[in-house]
């Protein structure tokens, strides 16, 4: 995800790690609260099973997706845009090309965001 004003690439690299730790804050608190259970305590050889922390690491990313969307919705409204691409002209027969898979994520921030969740479930843990 490269921004406007951002030529090195490195304040959209610091976007995606913000929005991740928002989303990954209130999925860890939740999850402690509800079952007791820390994902990521160091001090036991395994502090969950791989169902847990794979159910935890989707959680994760679901909730990012959704704030870059409630992100995404104030961008794209204040460019003049729809939920997937432009908005149809005026009089025009042709409905616009849609350019995004999900409303309001660009498909590059939407790749972006899923390689972080993958890279943790096909990284090999030790247990």
């Not at 898979?101 to 921030?109: E, K, M, R, T």
Request: proline letters at 9%; one cysteine or more; glycine letters at 8%.
């Amino acid at each position: 995800m490269k921004l406007p004003n951002d030529p090195t690439g490195k304040l959209g690299a610091a976007y995606m790690m913000l929005v991740y730790l928002f989303a990954y804050l209130p999925v860890i608190g939740v999850v402690r609260i509800a079952t007791g259970l820390n994902i990521d305590d160091r001090q036991v050889e395994c502090a969950a099973s791989a169902w847990a922390r794979t159910v935890v690491i989707l959680s994760i990313a679901v909730v990012a997706v959704l704030i870059h969307m409630a992100i995404g919705f104030f961008y794209f409204q204040s460019n003049g845009e729809g939920p997937f691409g432009p908005l149809p002209k005026p009089r025009s027969r042709k409905k616009p090309k849609r350019k995004r898979l999900l409303p309001y994520i660009s498909n590059g921030a939407l790749f972006g965001t899923m390689m972080l969740p993958a890279m943790f479930l096909i990284l090999p843990r030790h247990c």
